[in-house]
């Protein structure tokens, strides 16, 4: 029997082998760390105290997982129906623009809770909208959903560029850029919550987004594992032919499951620009949609494990940036090494390990 079909039990599935490939991530890691004259210990320590070491960095890190969450939720729900949806990234882009248009449509008229909700109404529906012509032509046409949505990545980027250059551009200024939205437009900073363990958020721009964050990762969990629309999701990504051999309706699923997606993905929007900037910009996602790719893998397309892989993520990267700080040899560009390999050991190669855990558990788990 194949190792892959040998079932292992839930902790070892989803916490040990996890860990255990995040910790082989982190040893190689250590490895070109010292291979370039530095201490990889040294490094480390300045990795966990950049990112966890006080009030504000613990707020940075959890700005920076909030993105990761919802794009990591999106990249999951597709993968519960068979798909791979690399189009998170430009979901996301286009979710910034319903979100600012209804900010710059609100802000001078109601407070920023009368706004919340349209405005993640609005990045929902635009970041689905740009999802639906990919799950369609997946759907109907029998287009691969990775060329599609990876292809809308590269046109959804230049038509926010031109909008932003000559319809949305603020008059006499040479930013692409909207005009900065009221206070009725920006979601407030979550001090409070902070302040509730004896800590200071000071300049990082935590917000109201990551409680929406946590919020749909609830939301994920009861649609994809307690509805009848969930059901005939994972039927479907398990296998296409039963799901449609026991009569569950494949194009309608497969649009769905996308659109669900690419609203997730839209809403990412919310934290960068009404909970950070205040504004629409060019390049606001930064590559949060391909890192929900490594997030939802690694949390094994599970709500649970999506915030833990998300909060990751943010301690690798707001940590990074102190190790760079502190450790000048060690530049962005090997911190983005250090990612790489954290997405390549407990992404790409997650199940390079199992064998020798199946045959461990064989071994010892049944004695």
Known sequence: ?????????????????????????????????????????????????????????????L????????TGLSVAVAI????????????????GLG??????????????????????????AFGAAWAFIPAWMQAKRGSHIVITTI????????LMVYLLSHVLIVPGKQAAETRTFLEGGQLPKLDWLLSMFGSSIGAAPLNVSFLIALVMCFFVWLLIWRTKLGYEMRTLGLSATAAVYAGIPYARTVIIAMLISGGLAGMMALNPIMGAQARLGVEFVA????????????????PVGIILAAILF?????????????????????????????????????????????RLYQL???A
């Open 287 to 302: 590559g949060a949609g391909f890192v929900g790719i490594a997030v939802s893998l690694m949390g094994r397309n599970h």
């Open 151 to 158: 292809m809308f990545n590269f046109i959804g980027a230049p």
């Open 99 to 124: 979100a600012a248009l209804v900010a710059l449509s609100l802000d001078k008229y109601v407070p920023w809770y009368v706004t919340m909700p349209f405005a993640m109404v609005g990045a929902a």
């Open 63 to 70: 700005y920076y997982a909030t993105s990761f969450i919802f």
């Open 314 to 358: 943010g301690v690798l990267y707001q940590g990074g940036d102190s190790v760079s700080f502190d450790m000048p040899a060690i530049n962005r560009d090997m911190i983005a090494l250090i990612q790489g390999l954290v997405i390549l050991f407990v992404g790409a190669l997650e199940y390079m390990l199992r064998p020798t855990f199946v």
């Open 364 to 366: 010892f788990g049944r």
């Open 1 to 61: 029997m194949s190792t892959a079909s040998v079932p292992l039990p839930n902790w070892i599935n989803y916490g040990l082998i996890p860990l255990v490939n995040l910790l082989l991530a982190l040893f190689v890691s250590g490895l070109v760390i010292w291979f370039i004259g530095q201490n990889p210990f040294d490094a480390f320590v300045s990795l966990v105290q950049g990112a966890l070491g006080d009030g504000t960095s613990i707020s940075f890190t």
């Open 80 to 95: 519960h129906a068979g798909l791979f949806n690399i189009g998170s990234e430009g979901q996301a882009y286009l979710g």
